[in-house]
């Protein structure tokens, strides 16, 4: 290896001290020489097999097959598998001397504990204790590919974002299209019987709610795999910045020692450690990775809770856990309450009933969110939406209570009738109520009521039968009196 190496950078016998596991190929990828750990373990190259690629495969990056490729990865990371023993993989970096006719590879065993070693037939004995000067210039170039690949990863997901918001944009647009449609025939259903009028009300709004659930599904799933990826790639980050934190102590600890602080290189890389900030990037990177791997948790909830609830309705009755769907519910209607009133449940242990989830769903939605809307437009101060399941007489009950200021009594008679509403116009079609109505009682052989009072708000009660052939399975207790606006 004599030349292989400028005077400015490390000595052949470092590269030797400080790189046990080194290897040295020539520009026709013949081994020129083994650090003496892999020699022990591989033993020696002979003119029959002395090619780098007769005794290890690249396992990152994919694709080299030969010296001429080597010269397109040299800022990469490498991971090279042992043919002859394939648990044995070598990890690191790639030096080419000037004229690229030499390249050494700067590897070590890809191990995660000591234990391991024996195995491999090392020891910790074989691992040198790396000076500051070495590990800083291998920290520099792994954190320049690490940049590159946050480039990249960056510029993936900018293209699916705007993949992404031209999809809504498209959806959005036959959504509006369908809209239109449902507005110009609401005109010639005005005419039709009332009975007719209630039958085509249910139907469109049924329409209405399956594509917005179709194009629900849709965003979900499209947000679900970047948000992978994010994840992943924000937790690999994480682990990096928490690594590069141990070593930049290292290294300061190392550097303030009165015996190298008259050393001009030492000051130079003190400079350069200065000038590099490595200090702020440790402390504030991982409070910053670890804020946004809460978003991502957060956004897969919320997607997990919008596939859950647009699956596809059945059309047979089938068990269901109705305090799982209320927990769903609860996550998908965040929005509409979690400005106005604090949620709490008291969620106690029913059985599984048999029902249809999908139209049980919409009941919920509906309550819930009128409750945020009676808590919104009589300004309470301290908003409170209250959720409870529990059994009764053979039956489930299920109350969703709010402390707004009640229904006037001279409009209680009519909450449940057709296109009855007292929101302004555009915020309410005075359809919610009627359909939940209808849902409970003529879908399910329940009830559906209410108390109401100025000083205590309004509470929605409905009443559901078990059917005779249930299991008598039961839904898990949910945690009560959680705060789920925060």
């Avoid at 089938?318 to 927990?327: M, V």
């Avoid at 009589?378 to 709010?402: F, H, L, P, Q, Y």
Wanted: aromatic fraction near 6%; include cysteine; charge should be negative.
């Amino acid at each position: 290896m004599t030349g292989l190496f400028h005077s400015s950078e490390l000595s052949e016998k470092l590269l030797t001290q400080a790189f046990p596991f080194h290897i040295v190929i020539d520009d026709l990828g013949s081994i020129l020489s083994f650090g003496e750990p892999l020699e022990r373990k591989i033993g020696q190259v002979h003119e029959d097999n002395k090619s780098l690629f007769d005794h290890f495969t690249f396992q990152h990056p994919s694709g080299v097959k030969s010296v001429a490729d080597l010269a397109k990865f040299k800022n990469k990371l490498f991971l090279l598998a042992s043919k002859k023993h394939p648990d044995l993989v070598l990890r690191g970096q790639m030096v080419v001397s000037e004229n690229q006719s030499h390249f050494v590879f700067l590897v070590s065993p890809w191990v995660t504990d000591v234990d391991v070693l024996d195995s491999l037939g090392f020891s910790l004995n074989d691992f040198p204790v790396h000076s500051p000067m070495s590990d800083f210039l291998i920290l520099v170039q792994a954190q320049k590919v690490s940049l590159d690949d946050s480039m990249r990863l960056s510029d993936e997901l900018t293209h699916l974002n705007k993949e992404l918001e031209e999809r809504v944009l498209r959806r959005t647009k036959a959504l509006e299209r369908q809209a239109e449609e449902l507005l110009e025939s609401k005109s010639v259903l005005e005419h039709e019987m009332k009975e007719r009028e209630r039958v085509e009300v249910e139907l469109r709004h049924a329409q209405k709610l399956e594509s917005v659930g179709q194009l629900a599904a849709g965003i979900a799933h499209e947000i679900n795999t970047p948000m992978q990826y994010i994840g992943s790639s924000l937790s690999f980050l994480n682990d990096s910045l928490s690594d590069l934190g141990g070593l930049n102590n290292t290294l300061n600890s190392y550097f303030s020692q009165d015996s190298l602080m008259a050393d001009p290189k030492v000051m130079e890389f003190q400079e350069k450690l200065e000038d590099a900030d490595l200090d702020y990037l440790c402390e504030r990177g991982p409070k910053a990775l670890n804020r946004a791997l809460e978003g991502i948790a957060r956004v897969t909830e919320i997607v997990s809770a919008m596939n859950e609830f647009t699956h596809p309705d059945r059309k047979e009755k089938d068990n269901a856990d109705i305090n799982r769907a209320l927990g769903t519910v609860l996550t998908v209607a965040s929005n509409e309450y979690k400005y106005v009133a604090r949620i709490e449940t008291d969620l106690q242990e029913i059985p599984l009933i048999d029902c249809y989830l999908g139209d049980l769903n919409q009941v919920f939605l509906n309550l819930v969110v009128n409750a945020a809307h009676a808590i919104a437009e009589n300004n309470v101060e301290e908003g409170t939406i209250k959720v409870s399941t529990r059994m009764e007489n053979g039956r489930v009950i299920v109350s969703v209570a709010d402390n707004g200021t009640g229904i006037p009594k001279d409009i209680q008679h009519r909450i449940f009738d057709p296109f009855f509403t007292t929101k302004e116009v555009g915020r309410g079609t005075g359809q919610g109520l009627s359909i939940s109505h209808n849902i409970i009682v003529e879908k399910h052989g329940g009830r559906l009521y209410f108390e109401t009072s100025p000083e205590h708000g309004t509470t929605f009660f409905i009443e559901l039968p078990i059917a005779s052939n249930n299991n008598g399975s039961l839904s898990p207790q949910l945690e009560g009196g959680r705060d789920l606006a925060a």
